[in-house]
């Protein structure tokens, strides 16, 4: 079926080889290989995004194109020459034919530009996108009213999303202003003590495991499909550097790569801000457990955050206190989320994770929330790994399929509600109660287990001379 579209749209310019027992073919400026398209022109891509009388493009390959467009051109180009493309479509031919097709061209029209809208909210936030969007709505929907009340509810619903958008990343920045005050309960360990620690607000493993799974998929939410590639697509050359490609195209991303980072420092905060050993052990222990519920779940982003901040030097250090730890399930844990091999106990996890998602009876089972970093790194060296042209200068698009792939299975996890009741009050003290830098951990570390060596000992004398000094 695709095969035969094709011949009509590229005519006797089409050529077909087989190969063993797979066919390659050729269609003017699109190869495919197999029914499956491997290279084509940025050109005859963007023609093919755009639906005809008779041809709607398969929606595959509208999230593919739409999402991995950028590395070529900007979402806002994509739109002016899909509009440009509209126009000429509907002013060549026949008048009356022009009418007649006009009336069935719009409602498919209106089907891509949903999918991008629905899809690819964010990048409508650009003022150009949304002039872009309403010179469409008068081309598209003239004289149809169908297809204008649909444009209508369509913008409606994306100016939603932008506001739902905007409220979420001022509450964000809310909490981290709210984390980043040094009150003086962090001044020096004695009185940091005195202050509220995790148990005395949940010591509940499973609880917490479950308000920390409300905050992986509350900011999971928020993350555009289209930062994963934002994050190396070009630059425009009309934006500030410091703007809007680095504050608003992949700051949801960046936003929870920093809670990651967030809640490896609280990990370790909570364990070296007691004075006494058996707390510190006590605390060890819980988030041992919290982390075995994270696992459970299939919460693996908090589990790794949870391992990452108790293998914290400063955390590491303290030998008395894990002399007083059973670590054996901590063992198991950390062996589950090994690096070695790729991380190859991690993915066999994470592909029995999805599995049970796949076959869900209830929203707890749906759950997965990768180890995120991971995530990234792994589109990361697809992208480097591969060409984005070939030789003969099409665009590589065997690539484009494999990131779409890697970026769609996000989509579905990103997409569960959490089932879990939440406690404002736990969720709270998780997104703003400070934490210690780094170099108050280690002096905290210090305090609580003296240095073993003259390095350690210069290094606390300096900071405490820099950090517990009023």
Known sequence: AIFSCLKGAFGSSAKARLCGHSITASYGEMCYHDNSLVSASLEALIQHLVPTVDYYPDRSYVFTFLLSSRLFLHPYELMTRVCHLCVEQQRSGDALLDKVGGS??????????????????????????????????????RGDEYSWRAMQQMTQRLIKRLSALGQYEEAVAALNAVAQERPASLKSKQTSAQRSDILSVCDDPFILAQQLTHIELDRLSFIGPEEFIQSFAMKDPLENHKGFFRKRKTSNLEA????????????????????????????????????????????????????TGMNMSPVARLKKTWNKVNTDKFEILEHQMDPSSNFSNY????????????????????????????LIKDIYFLNEGCANRLPNGHINFEKLWELAKQVSEFLVWRQVICPFDRDRRILQYLVTTPVFTEDELHLASYESEGPENNMEKDRTSLLTRYIWTP
Not at 122 to 132: A, G, V
Not at 282 to 291: H, K, M, T
Not at 348 to 367: F, M, N, P, V
């Open 104 to 141: 069935h061209v719009a409602p498919k029209l209106v089907q891509l530009l949903t999918e991008w809208t629905e899809t690819f909210p964010y990048d409508f936030r650009d003022e150009r996108m949304m002039r872009c969007l309403k010179d469409m709505t008068l081309q598209v929907a």
């Open 256 to 307: 929870y790569v920093n809670w990651f980072n967030r809640l490896s420092f609280l990990v370790a905060t909570e364990i070296c801000m007691p004075v006494k050993k058996k707390h510190r052990a006590r605390i060890i222990e819980f988030f041992i457990d919290v982390a075995q519920e994270c696992f459970n779940i299939g919460n693996f982003n908090s589990l790794m955050a949870i391992i």
């Open 347 to 374: 993915r066999t996890a994470l592909r029995g994770a999805t599995q049970r998602s796949e076959t869900a009876h209830s929203s707890q089972e749906k759950i997965v929330i990768p180890f995120f970093s991971l």
